[in-house]
């Protein structure tokens, strides 16, 4: 479980300005944030790089943009450490728990907003735990360290990408000796026809 305050004060914009002005109105943040915590089994290694846009919408301040991320995890065919680029696609609509220049109670968003998109009532846009949410539903399985991995040997687990393993050829499945035979016959009687 994550702590409230991931990323600290990273990732936090006060939109007061924004949601002051026109519907339409824009501004464009980058990103080089770094946030070397883990998220699930994957380690996030080095920053949080990307852009993105926040429009002022009639309802509250859309935010789109990509943001990349690099997670370390373990190959899925050989289990070495190695890393993985991840593309965070945002496009999500925060809204603000007070109407700007209300300082009094709060004004929950109407329908089912997740509370990660709510503007809180110092008008602060928090992408923290969106970032977060992301990250963690990366799949670990798709950490490739390469893309010709031979993985490892299934008899006795030697990793093949540092070479060749001592395993006896592997027996054939006796559901396959039939077959097996078939082809030993036929191989012994070319070279005897030679």
């Excluded at 990273?10 to 949601?19: E, F, G, I, K, W």
């Excluded at 920053?47 to 935010?63: E, K």
Aim: proline content about 6%; aromatic content about 6%.
């Amino acid at each position: 479980n994550w702590p409230n305050n991931w990323l600290g004060a990273y990732m936090r914009y006060n939109v007061a300005q924004l949601l002051k002005g026109p519907f339409g109105g824009r501004r464009v943040y980058e990103f080089n944030e770094d946030v070397s915590r883990l998220v699930g089994d994957l380690d996030v290694v080095g920053p949080v790089t990307g852009s993105a846009t926040f429009t002022r919408t009639g309802q509250g301040i859309l935010v789109v943009g990509c943001l990349r991320a690099i997670l370390r995890g373990a190959c899925r065919r050989c289990l070495e450490p190695c890393d993985l680029v991840v593309e965070i696609d945002l496009e999500d609509e925060f809204h603000p728990v007070v109407p700007i220049g209300h300082s009094g109670s709060s004004k929950v968003p109407e329908g089912e907003v997740d509370q990660a998109l709510w503007i809180d009532e110092h008008h602060v846009l928090d992408l923290s735990e969106v970032i977060h949410q992301e990250l963690s539903m990366v799949d670990s399985n798709e950490a490739l360290c390469r893309p010709d991995c031979a993985g490892l040997c299934p008899r006795c687990g030697e990793n093949r990408d540092r070479g060749e393993c001592q395993c006896d050829e592997a027996p054939v499945d006796p559901r396959w000796a039939t077959l097996q035979l078939l082809l030993s016959n036929e191989s012994d009687s070319l070279e005897r026809s030679d």
